[in-house]
Structures are given as structure tokens and as C-alpha cells.
């Protein structure tokens, strides 16, 4: 399998104590275990002894002054030395002069630090803390962090790839948007250097980027099969008509098909609707018939969030459906406190990491950065603690990013398939009805070593 070349057409170099790799594994110990599971091994599951050499091309000559660049075209790279200003730099070198870090390691974390969406912008500053967690609790000596922003715009996170390249990075984190992991991979895959990145659009991986975000497919084919497992023979859907929607309904109806269950009701309302009453009582009357002559074989899958789930989810029951009979399901949208005091949603189920890891995780963080973490910063941090380990090891290539037997995180088991889309193991978690939710199928602790 080719492997990836090093950022600085060199080999890594690293002197670990036995206290970095203490603590590093502690940092998984810690945010990786569950209380309900064994939380061992707290490295990369691999064992493997095979650690390929990797090389990487020189980089090429900077270009002439004042060179006219056309729009469409890759800018040359330029050498440049390493440029602390703006890295996240470990605390023990911090006060160095720059020629300290020569030879470093160098991992640019690519974010949208200045969105014009406020949202965007608190994801992007709470993965940037996750990653910066991962960087101190495990110890590593050798390596920083270059932020760069990409402004959620492709042009600048081309430019922001270039910019990193130059300061020799040999990890990209980030971005997040699948239009700017495009862009970023344009000039990345020049160099090998692997991606790391947030977008769910699995159209994007590939070609040395891989996707460390929660997939909704994941999750669809997680609570499809456990319903499966426990006598649910037909499904039906009730969301929104826009692209998550979609998305949704799309995997519901791969995933049936493959466990020879039916979809027997789909029904999509605008988004912009605050009551749908008309689709909820069209697709009642289905649920009603269906159970009156399979009762007990009937569950609907609700991809809503917020107050939006609050107040569709009530409209079945209000139309007569009997949701002790009818299963009622949702997608990580439900992965929320807000909504799991609903009673209408008490006994429904949805997959999820597995809640207290990520509890421990977000207790941590709030204890470090005095906020709450907001729900993509365990990705940042899972990532970051990856790749260091990566290069902890002196390798960071596909054989070991496509190891076969994965990692695992904050976020449970997860590993890395040829064509860069990620394969989780989820848990399937209830609504208790009092406010939180109890874990009813754990999430598995192994994968098989099957062929993608």
C-alpha cells in the first residue's frame, strides 16, 4: 500500500519519555473509556510490527518576483523557515527562539476562525481547544500547532493550505466544509500530506482525505439494524424536505432493503413549517392500519433536533398512534439534554457514541477552557491525539490510518475505510423520560478484519 511521504522530506525524529507516553495514554484512558466497557488498550488497536519508510518529494523552486499568477492555477510553493507567531506551541518551549524549532513536527489545524456565522465560528474555536487538549495531555515534545483560518471561504482555505505547506506542516486537521476540503486537497495531495477533516459529504474523501465527523449513514444503519434485531419488520419516516432530509430517507431505505424490511410511509414537510399537521396525519393513518395487523413491528424514524422535535414528534400520538406500540426513532439530532425531557420521546432510541466517554470529555474541557464544549470538539481532540500518535510512532501513511482494526477515541471505536469515509462503532441509546438517556446496546469494542 503507498504510503504518505513526511511534510520536509525527512524522517521523524522523536525523543518520548516514558512520562509523554504515560501521558498519553492517560489522555485515552481518561477520554476514551466508558464506565460500562473495558477501556483498554488506550493506543491505536494495531499491533502490527510493519512501519514503512516514507519519503516525500523536494519541495519545488519558489517562484520568480512578481510571477503573475492566473486564477485557476496552483501557486508554486515557497521554503520558509518555522514560524512560531500564531502556533499553539507546548509549554516547555514556549520563550525559544525560532531556530528551536527547527525540525519540529508540525500539524496545521485548517478552521473557520472568522465565519460570518456566529455557530460556525464557536464549532470552529471549541474544535481548535479540543485539539489543543489533545497536544498538552499527551506530553509530545517534537510537535506544534499551526492554526490557520479559513474563513469558511475556498479561496482562503486554499491559501491557508499553501501557507501551512510552506511552515512544513505534515498534517492537515480540518477544514471543515466539503467545498474547502476540495480545495485544500488540491494542494495537499501534491505533497501526500494526509487530511483530516470535519465535512459528513462523503464525495470528498479519498485520495488521502479522511472524514473524522459522525455520519448520519452510520447512524441510520446502526438503529436500522438493532430495530431489525428486535422485531421490526416495516419502517416510516417523518422529516423535514430539505437535504438532511433526504439524506435520511435515502440511507432508511438502503438499509431496510438490505435486511429485507419495507419502508411503508415516507412523509416530508417543509422545514419552515412550525406544526405539519397534514403529513402527520397522513402518515398516522398509515401507522395506525400497519399496527393494527403487526402490532409491535412498526417504528418511524424522527430526524429533528431542538424545539422542532418537541413539537413535530407530539402531532403522532395526537392523531392516535399508539407510541408504546410504534417504536419511535431518531438520528444523533437527539443526542441532545433539550429535548429527552419530551415525554412523547420517552423509550425512543437513537445511536450515539457512547454518552459517558463523552461526559468525562466534556467535563475536562469545561474544567480547562471554563465553557462548555460544543458538539464537534471531541473530533478535533480524537483527531489531534491520533495523528500525534501517528507521530509518536515515526509514521504517518495510509497503511496505518486504514489499519483494519482501527481506534478508539472520545467518540467510541472508529476506523478509516480505503476510500477515506469513516466506520464507527455506535451505541444505541433510550430516553429514559427523566431527563437523560441509558445505554441499551452498547457499541461493539472490535471490528472485524473484513475487506472494504
Not at 525523543?15 to 498519553?24: F, M, N, P, Q, V
Not at 500539524?107 to 481547544?129: D, F, W, Y
Not at 496505518?400 to 451505541?427: A, C, Q, V, Y
Request: net charge negative; charged share 20%; proline share 7%.
Amino acid at each position: 500500500m503507498t504510503s504518505l511521504p513526511n511534510a520536509r522530506d525527512k524522517k521523524y525524529s522523536f525523543t518520548i519519555s516514558g512520562r509523554s507516553l504515560a501521558a498519553l495514554g492517560l489522555s485515552l484512558a481518561l477520554l476514551a473509556g466508558c464506565a460500562t466497557t473495558d477501556t483498554s488498550p488506550t493506543t491505536p488497536i494495531y499491533r502490527g510490527e510493519e512501519r514503512p519508510e516514507s519519503t516525500r518529494p523536494e519541495r519545488p523552486e519558489p517562484p520568480k518576483p512578481k510571477e503573475e499568477v492566473k486564477e485557476n492555477q496552483i501557486p508554486e510553493l515557497q521554503q520558509s523557515e518555522i514560524n512560531p507567531v500564531g502556533s499553539v506551541i507546548p509549554r516547555h518551549l514556549r520563550g525559544l527562539d525560532p531556530a528551536a524549532f527547527e525540525g519540529m513536527s508540525e500539524i496545521a489545524v485548517l478552521l473557520p476562525l472568522t465565519s460570518s456565522n456566529a455557530g460556525v465560528r464557536k464549532q470552529a474555536e471549541s474544535i481548535l481547544a479540543g485539539a489543543e487538549m489533545a497536544l498538552f495531555q499527551a506530553g509530545i515534545e517534537n510537535v506544534i500547532l499551526i492554526p490557520k483560518d479559513t474563513g469558511g471561504v475556498q479561496s482562503k482555505a486554499r491559501q491557508a493550505a499553501i501557507d501551512a505547506i510552506n511552515e512544513g506542516a505534515d498534517a492537515f486537521i480540518g477544514p471543515v466544509f466539503a467545498q474547502n476540503v476540495s480545495a485544500v486537497n488540491e494542494i495537499a495531495s501534491r505533497y501526500s500530506i494526509p487530511i483530516l477533516a470535519f465535512s459528513t459529504n462523503g464525495q470528498v474523501a479519498g485520495n488521502g482525505v479522511y472524514l473524522v465527523s459522525l455520519p448520519l449513514e452510520e447512524e441510520v444503519k446502526r438503529i436500522v439494524d438493532w430495530a431489525t434485531l428486535n422485531g421490526i419488520t416495516q419502517f416510516a419516516m417523518f422529516g423535514p424536505a430539505n437535504n438532511y432530509g433526504y439524506k435520511v430517507e435515502s440511507a432508511l431505505r438502503f438499509e431496510a432493503s438490505l435486511r429485507n424490511t419495507t419502508v411503508i410511509k415516507t412523509e416530508l414537510y417543509d422545514p419552515k413549517n412550525p406544526s405539519p399537521t397534514d403529513a402527520a396525519k397522513r402518515l398516522a393513518q398509515t401507522l395506525i392500519e400497519a399496527d393494527e395487523y403487526t402490532p409491535g413491528e412498526i417504528a418511524v424514524l424522527i430526524p429533528e433536533q431542538g424545539t422542532r422535535l418537541r413539537s413535530v414528534a407530539p402531532l403522532l400520538p395526537y392523531y392516535d398512534v399508539d407510541i408504546k406500540s410504534v417504536k419511535l426513532l431518531g438520528t444523533g439530532l437527539w443526542n441532545s439534554s433539550q429535548v429527552w425531557r419530551e415525554p412523547t420521546l420517552e423509550g425512543g432510541v437513537f445511536a450515539a457514541p457512547d454518552p459517558s466517554a463523552l461526559t468525562q470529555y466534556k467535563d475536562i474541557y469545561k474544567q480547562i477552557n471554563g465553557a462548555d464544549a460544543s458538539s464537534m470538539s471531541s473530533l478535533g481532540y480524537d483527531a489531534t491525539l491520533m495523528t500525534l500518535m501517528m507521530l509518536s510512532e515515526g509514521s504517518l501513511n495510509r497503511l496505518s490510518l486504514e489499519r483494519r482494526d482501527g481506534f478508539i477515541g472520545t467518540n467510541g471505536l472508529f476506523r478509516f475505510k480505503t476510500n477515506g469515509t469513516i466506520e464507527r462503532g455506535l451505541s444505541v441509546v433510550q430516553v429514559t423520560g427523566r431527563g437523560d438517556v441509558r445505554v441499551i446496546d452498547p457499541a461493539q469494542t472490535t471490528f472485524e478484519p473484513d475487506v472494504f
